[in-house]
């Protein structure tokens, strides 16, 4: 489709998607190749598993301290937990430890780089992980995105995907056929103000998904900015609050739809 035909809904990644606040922890999963792809999997106490596999697709900043953290949480939620090196060992990281603020870091040009293979290595991860991991065919999958991971999710929700259900929090890169194509529930947490993601493209989406019948949720925050489900500054009680909602959330949101699928 062309810009007309397949409107943008959440614009392509930006300098908004490098703010916020870098997260320490020591992360309990390991680096494991799946399909040739590095992978983060993060492995649920057994007393805790619920057998169920959670497909992790990252923001910018890839298989990073904050995304680990993250996919250690909902592996101590019951889910084993997969996250994609989508950026094939270049993350935005590796050019810099402060993006924002490195005159030397070329966003633009790492960003046009990595779009159309992130696209590319995420749909064969997916079927690899299912390959891998399906074998009994009594797991179930479910998956979650935060910004640039956002458009992964709907692709797995549509009906070529493996999800039973998935979230996404603050959406890049995401076009009108992204939500067209969602067959299976999907919820959006999202700021009240974001320049990605504004009001009338946000009330677009509830549209398409209303009109669609479409299983859906969607929460917003105020007084939070894009990116705020992945680095926000835990100092400020409200952003830790607001962080950890958005979290419970995914992990409600995924418990119902596996308990009634």
Not at 10 to 35: R, T
Not at 71 to 94: E, N, Q, R, S
Not at 228 to 246: C, G, I, N
């Amino acid at each position: 489709m062309n810009p007309v035909e397949d409107p943008v809904l959440a614009k392509p990644a930006n300098l908004c998607c490098l703010k916020g606040s870098i997260h320490s922890g020591e992360p309990a999963g390991k680096i494991v190749q799946v399909g040739g792809v590095d992978t983060y999997v993060a492995t649920p106490d057994e007393k805790t598993s619920n057998g169920h596999v959670l497909l992790f697709f990252p923001d910018a900043f890839g298989l990073h301290i904050n995304n680990f953290l993250t996919m250690d949480a909902f592996a101590a939620c019951g889910y084993l937990t997969l996250g994609v090196d989508y950026f094939a060992g270049d993350p935005i990281w590796k050019h810099s430890q402060n993006p924002l603020n490195d005159p030397s870091f070329d966003f633009q040009g790492w960003k046009n780089e990595h779009m159309s293979s992130t696209d590319r290595i995420a749909a064969k991860w997916a079927k690899d992980v299912e390959i891998e991991y399906g074998k009994n065919g009594k797991v179930k999958f479910v998956c979650a995105g935060h910004c640039w991971g956002a458009r992964f999710v709907c692709t797995q929700l549509s009906k070529d995907g493996i999800c039973r259900a998935g979230a996404i929090a603050h959406p890049s890169f995401m076009n009108e056929s992204h939500v067209f194509n969602v067959n299976a529930p999907i919820l959006f947490s999202v700021p009240d103000t974001d320049s990605l993601f504004m009001p009338e493209q946000r009330r677009r989406a509830v549209e398409i998904m209303t009109n669609g019948k479409k299983r859906y949720n969607m929460q917003i925050f105020s007084d939070v900015a894009h990116g705020f489900a992945s680095r926000a500054f835990l100092s400020d009680p409200y952003e830790k609050w607001a962080k950890e909602q958005s979290f419970k959330s995914f992990v409600q949101w995924f418990d119902f739809w596996l308990s009634v699928a």
